[in-house]
């Protein structure tokens, strides 16, 4: 039996905004390296983060808001709107790193 990937994994909406969506994601992978966290703790078990692009979230209500791209966390499941590039370090470092929602990126 093939054993599960638990990689924690984000992923990038570029649906609508297939430029901006990447940026982040790029900016992300970045971040990610800059700050040593492409590896995190959870529930005890060291899982390896992954940033991907995907089709559509299901968030175009946010998407259309402002210029930014939207964005899940899994496991778990927070989502992100209107993030740009020059958020993707305060996501890393918070989120990631430090285990705290983004609140003022946060979609309900
Ligand atoms: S187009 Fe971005 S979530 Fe649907």
């Known amino acids: 039996m093939k054993s599960v990937d638990k ?7 570029v649906a609508q905004k297939d430029e901006i969506g990447r940026d982040v994601a790029k900016a992300l992978k970045q971040e990610l390296k ?3 966290l492409k590896t995190r ?11 991907q ?4 979230l299901d968030l175009c ?14 496991p778990e499941g927070v ?7 020059r958020d993707a370090a305060e996501i890393v470092r918070e989120h ?3 285990g705290r929602v983004v ?6």
């Open 7 to 13: 990689a924690a994994r984000l992923f990038v909406c």
């Open 61 to 74: 209500k946010q998407c259309k808001k402002g210029a930014g791209a939207a964005l899940i966390i899994y």
């Open 53 to 56: 692009t995907c089709n559509c």
């Open 79 to 85: 989502t992100y709107g209107d993030v740009r590039p």
């Open 34 to 36: 800059t700050q040593g």
């Open 103 to 108: 609140k003022r990126l946060q979609l309900d």
């Open 96 to 98: 990631l790193g430090e």
């Open 41 to 51: 703790l959870l529930d005890g078990e060291k899982r390896k983060v992954r940033v």
